[in-house]
């Protein structure tokens, strides 16, 4: 996940669309040189995709990394719908699209597809065996721990 929020974040830098100058000529521009909003809600899921790689990394057990993860999927849903707008409704006239648009949206669309892969069962065995609190497998069933009961 960590690898396509970085390489999102470097495609917001190539070459989205071409405009035809009045001369002959063209102008490409990036990401962030036609958009106002889209560019960052798109570096800002990237980011997000790299610092949950990075908050999971360190996480014991797989409840913060699937609550992480939700929520980047939640947010790479709504950037997937901005980069498909986007590309339906061209941010002005004149403009055509090069190939950073469509590297834009296939790379949100594997964010997506990261984040649901990511949120996989992570038990280390099947479900009718127990586990501990890390996943890991175990022969009988942890003893509830016992507490003393507060003074009457």
Known sequence: M???GAALFAVLFADWYERKLPGGG???LSAWEAFTVPDVLLALLALAAVATLLLVSGSRTAAPGVAY????????????????VRLIDLPAGGLSLQPGAWAGLALALALCASC??????????????LT????????????PERLPAPPA
Do not use: Y
């Open 2 to 4: 960590g690898g396509v």
């Open 26 to 28: 063209t102008e490409s």
């Open 69 to 84: 993860e939700t929520l980047v999927l939640l947010a790479g849903i709504i950037c997937v719908i901005v980069c498909v």
């Open 116 to 129: 649901v892969v990511a949120m996989r069962d992570e038990r280390r065995s099947t479900p009718d065996k």
């Open 132 to 143: 501990d609190s890390t996943g890991v497998p175990v022969d009988t069933a942890p003893e």
